[in-house]
């Protein structure tokens, strides 16, 4: 019977860039997806700053950047399209992680790409294979594989099984993991469109709030653009698949003969998150564990944020020969924060309806205006695998640390993440020193000392404003701070505290 490290069932984007982490820490993976190819048809389209970053660890930012286009903005509209409220202009951003705070790409690009990449890996990958069942045990799980091709049932051992099986993922349901409905629930007709001509259609996003109906446009990467119209109660959904009435909703963007369809499917857009992340050695992320309304375009880069959670603790484990606490904080990291995605995703769509209903957009409530672009900046962390166990704003734990980058003429001309290494790191501007016992702890962590070049800091405004005269951070190896010095507390302390928390 073939012993694995971590199987992973589905190999969509998140089940693809965690099997892509765990192996550059040189952890054993098998991944198992029922589909033989990769969906052609665009599902995601949006990849954050954050979402970029993480995929510079996996090693896959060139394959986004190669198929994306920067968002210039986003705003609320009436039906003709005047402005409503604030909206956000994102032309020239650049966040702390060294990207534009989003940008769209066109998934069976990126995902045939990334499918490449994960086939050249140490990855084993089963395509045509469906995951059956379960027996969860303290130290190994045994899990049921059907072979679909040749009708046969296979069975694989692994210390770790990770359910990216997407909504309806089976894995959540053997389980017994409940799920927690938001309940923002509304029917959706999404439509994806190839240009034929020449692009009139701006780089916003438009949230169309018209009583008649509730629309979306989404400025694809070209040649694609994308729209989504609510579906009423009392109408039938199946209309919405044919072509000419499709044609009827495009028609005050384009005619007919200025585009093809190449995608229409009608979904109910959920708010569903579930009750628990992690049970025994078993875990879930992206649709399998939250679904959000698509307003935000946070529901992949949810689960890109679980995949990095949760990669580099199962890693430390297992190379470290941990006991399970630390992989206890991946539920108390990302719960709140998946829930503040989903709630605020539903939070936008509830604002368009509060806009479309009113003849004064001054006189909707300031409670759903606040759930509009202002929800867009996610919090930062707030409990879990830090300094203490509670993020805290003096030492900036629960924040990203900052990408070093190098700029020419004010354009990034280098993004240098890799500096920070692969496990945790000691950043500073000025030389320190440690007990033998500390540095002792931190080699067999493979933590990495890193002391910062003036003129990176000096030309990068995110690090200039972190990197104060005697501070240390420690970051973690998904780039968030787990704590820093301060007047109250010193080095030695800082590595202390890490020692209780990882329990080595």
């Not at 052609?40 to 090693?59: E, K, M």
């Not at 867009?376 to 993020?391: D, E, M, Y």
Request: charged content about 25%.
């Amino acid at each position: 019977m073939n012993h694995f490290d971590v199987i992973i069932v589905g190999l969509g984007p998140t089940g693809s860039i965690t099997a892509l982490l765990l192996e550059s820490y040189g952890i054993k993976v098998l991944g198992i997806e029922k589909e033989k190819e990769v969906y052609n048809l665009p599902r995601a389209v949006t990849i954050s700053d954050q979402g970029f970053r993480i995929s510079q660890l996996a090693g896959i930012d060139h394959i986004y950047q190669e198929n994306s286009t920067v968002l210039g903005g986003a705003r609320f509209t009436d039906k003709n399209l005047n402005t409503i409220g604030n909206g956000i202009d994102l032309q020239g951003l650049i966040s702390q992680n060294g990207w534009p705070p989003s940008s769209l790409f066109h998934q069976p690009y990126t995902d045939h790409a990334i499918r490449e990449k994960l086939d050249n890996s140490a990855v084993e990958v089963l395509l045509e294979h469906e995951f059956k069942d379960l027996i969860c045990a303290d130290k190994e799980n045994r899990i049921k594989v059907l072979n679909l091709k040749e009708e046969e049932e296979i069975e694989f051992t692994c210390r770790y099984l990770i359910g990216s099986d997407g909504g309806s993922s089976l894995v959540r349901r053997k389980l017994d993991i409940e799920q927690i409905d938001l309940n923002y629930n509304r029917d959706w007709v999404v439509v994806d469109v190839e240009l034929r001509n020449e692009n009139t259609l701006g780089d916003q996003v438009l949230q169309v709030c018209d009583s008649e109906r509730l629309t979306t446009f989404v400025p694809s990467h070209l040649p694609f653009r994308r729209w989504e119209f609510i579906i009423h109660e009392h109408e039938d959904k199946e209309m919405f698949l044919d072509e000419s009435n499709i044609q009827k909703l495009i028609y005050k963007w384009l005619k007919p003969e200025e585009y093809k369809i190449i995608r229409k499917a009608v979904y109910q857009f959920h708010s569903i998150i579930a009750k628990n992340f992690k049970k025994d050695n078993c875990f879930l992320m992206g649709d399998a564990a939250h679904q959000a309304p698509p307003f935000m375009g946070e529901g992949m880069m949810s689960g890109y944020r679980d995949a990095v959670n949760l990669s580099w603790k199962i890693a430390c484990t297992i190379k470290n020969e941990l006991n399970e606490k630390l992989l206890e904080t991946y539920e108390e990291e990302r719960i709140p924060h998946s829930k503040f995605v989903v709630k605020n995703s539903a939070g936008i769509g509830e604002l368009m309806e509060a806009y479309a209903e009113t003849e004064d957009p001054n006189k909707v409530p300031q409670d759903l205006v606040n759930k509009g672009y202002g929800s867009f900046i996610l919090p930062n962390l707030s409990s879990g695998f830090f300094f203490g166990g509670k993020a805290n704003e003096t030492m900036h734990s629960g924040e990203i640390f900052p990408q070093p980058v190098e700029y020419l003429n004010k354009k990034i001309v280098k993004r240098m993440d890799h500096i920070l290494g692969d496990n945790f790191t000691l950043i500073s501007k000025s030389k320190f020193s440690l007990s033998k016992d500390n540095q002792k702890f931190l080699d067999l962590l493979g933590c990495k000392t890193l002391i910062l070049k003036k003129e990176y800091i000096e030309e990068n405004s995110w690090l200039k404003s972190f990197m104060k005269e005697g501070t240390t951070y420690l970051v973690r190896p998904d780039r968030y701070i787990f704590g820093s010095t301060t007047s109250d507390v010193s080095l030695e302390e800082l590595i202390n505290d890490l020692k209780i928390r990882i329990n080595l």
